[in-house]
């Protein structure tokens, strides 16, 4: 048995590196953030929070340097000043008539410079091309600790205020209307955010953790019209595309980073032309050949029950 | 049915809302939706109706001024679900990954533990809620695959399974055909029969007389209000869509600009 599945192609390809301690822990610490990502980037992607994510991502550059010097877990130091920007963000916005995306800019770009100026002046090993791009071959014990216990964090928030949270993302007036706080919504989704950023931070690096944030959410967008289905979709993509990134970057011996993303990426256009229903093929096809829209507002009725 | 709801009425206080730009919106308007009426809200495109909408659901904060409903502050009034809301076309997401039912159950989550899970009751009035404007068989339609009347239908659902006791609706006749209007009508009379306080804001005049009892008419400030025969004349029509008198107007709107 064991034989026959020896002989079949590709299995040294994928059997070969997994004597590598180092690759068998990249393989699966990235498809855990693959999975962390993916969940979050459903919410991400609806609520239109790219670009806060983008914000994070740059601003954790100071926290990790300051982390560092200090001696400290570089995830504590992320996190503070991750979700200190989006503090920040939300404070000059409700102060000033700046819109939120001047305020966004202004504050991602001024927290990166500071973490540029540190990393160059405070002296320490700290490889800055590691944390814009990612490291996740050369992963040590405590930053595989310090990803898990990000990442578990998040899913399980996730997992306890999902339907919140997706209440908070559709319909935020409806949520305070019923008497929910949307502050500590707004708050809890910002956290898991700057989490999930800490625990990609490793993998990814802060440059292409975005596309792991974006993509998955997009490709399950295109290709469903129900949050749960989005979500698998969502999940299966970026997982598949971190282990198979984790492999192509060991046989080419390319940016993991990199071809993590690119896959994800290969597979959002896939989905962007050929998804069966907001496919652009799907699209134009529907187009060609339009179909009379389904009137059954005047067969329908409001039912009114005499009670 | 319940025919005798503990009714509610919404209470408007000297309310001055200002946006950031330092546009005032709303001038010190006070006004009262009666307990057990159906009130409409009257004024051109601009007249500050979803400004005084959103300050009485609490979507934003008047600069000064205050709102009550039932007697309790909106926040209270809200925690004990006695505010429904059904919300204008233009401000839902309609490429949101929901389906109809799962909107319809949003209604629900105020009653729910922390982690909203649905029980047999939450599941029943939903159902009954999606029976009673007739939206059973669409239950499971993603909510931008409805037309026009049924995405209303489907929000007003939201509404009667939160069964909140004061029903706001913004602008519910734009995008809708006469017969979903007469349907959403009837049902809205319904609501009034049970006890319900409904405020309708709009600015189609025609169908105001055949459902309303009272009328507020509102721009910048509130001009007129009470019985609907009584306040639907045209003078005040004229006050409220052909602009103010220059004299009045300078006198009470000191900083804002008022397009005619």
Redesign the interface.
């Known amino acids: 048995m064991s034989a026959v599945i020896a002989a079949l192609p590709g299995w040294d390809w994928i059997v070969e590196p997994l004597q590598y301690g180092f690759l068998v822990r990249a393989i699966w610490v990235s498809a855990f953030v693959g999975l962390v990502c993916a969940v979050l980037s459903c919410y991400i992607t609806?609520k239109g929070w790219s670009l806060m994510g983008d914000a994070i991502s740059h601003a954790v550059v100071p926290g990790v340097v300051i982390a560092y010097a200090l001696n400290i877990p570089f995830a504590i130091g992320a996190f503070v000043f991750g979700f200190g920007a989006t503090v920040a963000i939300g404070y000059i916005k409700s102060r000033t008539?700046l819109k939120e995306d001047a305020v966004i800019g202004i504050v991602f770009t001024g927290f990166f410079a500071f973490g540029l100026v540190l990393v160059t002046k405070i002296p320490s090993n700290i490889d800055l091309f590691h944390i814009l791009f990612g490291n996740v071959l050369g992963i040590s014990q405590p930053d595989i600790i310090q990803t898990l216990i990000a990442g578990v964090i998040t899913l399980v928030v996730i997992l306890?205020r999902r339907?919140?949270l997706?209440?908070f993302?559709?319909?935020p007036?409806?949520?305070?209307?019923?008497?929910?706080r949307t502050p500590v919504m707004y708050y809890t989704l910002l956290l898991v955010l700057a989490l999930t950023i800490v625990a990609a931070l490793q993998t990814a690096g802060i440059i292409l953790v975005i596309s792991m944030l974006v993509t998955p959410g997009s490709i399950g967008?295109l290709l469903?019209?129900?949050?749960d289905?989005?979500l698998i979709i969502s999940v299966v993509s970026s997982v598949f595309s971190c282990v198979m990134g984790t492999y192509l970057s060991y046989h080419f011996d390319v940016s993991t980073g990199g071809s993590i993303v690119v896959l994800l990426t290969l597979l959002f256009v896939m989905a962007m032309i050929f998804a069966p229903k907001y496919g652009i093929l799907a699209q134009e096809f529907r187009q060609r050949s339009p179909q009379p829209l389904?009137?059954?507002?005047?067969k329908?009725?409001?039912?009114?029950?005499q009670? | 049915?319940p025919a005798t709801l503990p009714r509610l009425d919404i209470a408007v206080e000297n309310v001055s809302v200002t946006y950031?730009?330092a546009r005032l919106a709303l001038y010190n308007a006070t006004c009262t939706v009666e307990p057990g009426t159906i009130t409409a809200l009257v004024g051109p495109n601009g007249s500050g109706k979803s400004t005084l909408f959103k300050s009485i659901?609490?979507?934003l904060r008047p600069s000064q001024g205050q709102v009550r409903v039932g007697g309790l502050p909106v926040?209270k009034a809200?925690?004990?679900?006695l505010?429904?809301?059904v919300?204008q076309s233009d401000?839902?997401?309609w490429n949101?990954?929901?389906?109809v039912f799962?909107v319809v159950m949003?209604?629900r989550?105020?009653y729910m533990n922390?982690?909203?899970m649905p029980r047999a009751k939450d599941r029943r009035l939903v159902m009954e809620s999606l029976?009673?404007?007739?939206m059973v068989q669409f239950r499971d339609r993603?909510i931008g695959?409805l037309?026009?009347?049924?995405k209303k239908?489907a929000f007003l659902a939201?509404a009667l399974a939160?069964a909140g006791k004061v029903i706001l609706l913004d602008e519910p006749f734009t995008g809708v055909?006469v017969?979903?209007e007469k349907?959403?009508v009837?049902?809205l009379l319904?609501l009034r029969d049970e006890g319900h306080t409904i405020l309708v804001s709009t600015h189609d005049l025609a169908s105001i007389a055949t459902f309303c009892d009272r009328t507020i008419l509102l721009n910048r400030t509130i001009l007129a209000e009470g019985n609907t025969q009584e306040t639907f004349t045209k003078e005040n029509l004229e006050l409220t869509f052909g602009g103010l008198p220059m004299v009045s107007l300078e006198h009470m709107l000191p900083s804002a600009e008022v397009s005619s």
């Open positions: 609806l008539r306890v339907k919140d997706l209440l993302c559709f319909d007036n409806h949520a305070k209307a019923i008497g929910l967008y469903s019209d129900r949050f289905h989005m389904e009137e059954d507002s005047q329908q009725q409001v039912v009114v029950d009670a | 049915m950031n730009n659901m609490g979507f926040p809200q925690k004990q679900q505010m429904a809301y919300p401000e839902v997401d949101f990954p929901v389906s799962d949003m209604g989550y105020g922390l982690l909203r029976e009673r404007v007739g993603q695959e037309s026009g009347g049924q239908r939201r939160q055909d017969k979903t349907g959403i009837d049902l319904q």
